[in-house]
């Protein structure tokens, strides 16, 4: 049994309601060419709210704060993160082709990870409810 998760990820919204996507490079490891949240693994020695906000530096160069953990997998392997807080402008790192900002309503027009749509809608209420 796992005593600590392996990941984190972190779903960020603009002022406007849309949220960050990036999709995966066509030589990743796991779910190659689909779209996902900025997220990696923890390191030994992080809490996942650093390995979120790190992550998504290292991935997006975005700077976000005040991120609010609002789910945990069925397997307890991952940590979700969800914030409105950010500065810098996205650039995106070598392991992701393309981003988007994605209304909620357009998700549909993206090849996601699975779970992904319910997970947006837990983030975007889970920061309404703030």
Do not use: C
Not at 25 to 39: F, N, V, Y
Not at 77 to 101: K, L, S
């Amino acid at each position: 049994m796992r005593t600590k998760p392996m990941g984190a990820v972190a779903l960020i919204f603009d002022s406007t309601g849309r949220v960050l996507l990036l999709q995966r490079g066509s030589g990743a490891h796991w779910m190659p060419l689909k779209w996902a949240p900025p997220g990696g693994l923890i390191e030994p020695d992080e809490e996942p709210i650093e390995a979120a906000i790190r992550e998504t530096e290292e991935e997006t160069t975005l700077k976000i704060s005040d991120p609010i953990e609002f789910r945990v997998s069925p397997n307890g392997e991952i940590v979700y993160h969800a914030t409105e807080q950010y500065i810098g402008n996205v650039a995106i790192d070598f392991e992701h082709q393309d981003f988007a900002w994605v209304y909620p309503n357009d998700l549909t027009n993206y090849d996601m990870v699975p779970d992904l749509e319910s997970i947006i809608a837990a983030a975007r209420e889970t920061l309404d409810n703030e």
